[in-house]
């Protein structure tokens, strides 16, 4: 079946340091995005990324559908950026459901 | 602008209970997703929901479903519970012609099956 893969599994950071979390699928995907979700629960949206690469503060995201995998940047991390971070994606057979990775989790110190 | 709004927030109950979950959707959204996620794990697609009928079904037996109002919001029923049941239950809301699926998910129901 569809497989996402993060790595690594779990990360752990001096504030300002920098990251990259990385993310890798089986199959042609559509879709891919990144979350984040806190530690309260609450996933939020960071960026909808099927190619390319964007940038949003601190955090940039560049996928490379053609070897299936995306990448996402954070620099100057803050102790507020840990939690868990998860892409997903969709593919062919399934537009309208997105496949999950088992997630990086991610603790940065003070 | 109100976001994905989930009731409730916690709840238990016990093997062989009903449960229904409800879900108002970000204000323009008109598609509804839901997603399961057991404790360490990611989120796991159960369907969505479109002009009122289900659209696509993950792997979830039929214990599972759901429907959709008028006003695009939803619930989640879950019937004779298993304790395999506890999970954080996700609604996902987003625009069908937007051009792109992207979620905007509520805070999650926290579901325990004693």
């Known amino acids: 079946g569809i497989q996402v893969e993060q790595s690594p599994p779990d990360l752990i950071l001096q504030e300002g340091a920098n990251s990259t979390l990385r993310c890798n699928f089986s199959?042609?995907?559509?879709?891919l995005q990144w979350f984040h979700q806190n530690p309260w629960g609450q996933l939020i949206n960071l960026f909808y990324i099927p190619s390319g690469t964007k940038q949003n503060g601190r955090l940039s995201a560049t996928t490379v559908a053609t070897e299936r995998y995306s990448l996402l940047y954070i620099s100057s991390s803050q102790t507020t950026d840990s939690g868990v971070y998860f892409c997903a994606g969709s593919f062919s057979g399934g537009y309208n459901k997105l496949i999950f990775g088992a997630g990086t989790r991610l603790a940065v110190h003070p | 602008d109100a976001g994905v709004t989930q009731s409730p927030t916690h709840l238990i109950k016990t093997r062989g209970q009903q449960v229904t979950l409800r879900c108002s959707p970000k204000?323009?959204?008109?598609?509804v997703s839901w997603y399961q996620q057991a404790l360490g794990q990611g989120p796991q697609f159960i369907f969505q929901?479109?002009?009122?009928?289900?659209?696509q079904r993950g792997n979830f037996p039929d214990r599972f479903s759901g429907h959709q109002f008028p006003n695009y919001s939803s619930e989640l029923n879950v019937n004779a519970l298993l304790l395999g049941d506890s999970a954080l239950y996700l609604c996902?809301?987003?625009?069908?012609?937007?051009?792109?699926?992207?979620?905007?998910f509520g805070a999650g129901s926290r579901l325990t099956v004693l």
């Open positions: 996902a809301s987003s625009l069908e012609h937007s051009g792109a699926n992207v979620l905007t």
């Open positions: 204000s323009g959204h008109d598609t």
């Open positions: 199959d042609s995907v559509n879709n």
């Open positions: 929901y479109y002009e009122e009928e289900e659209r």
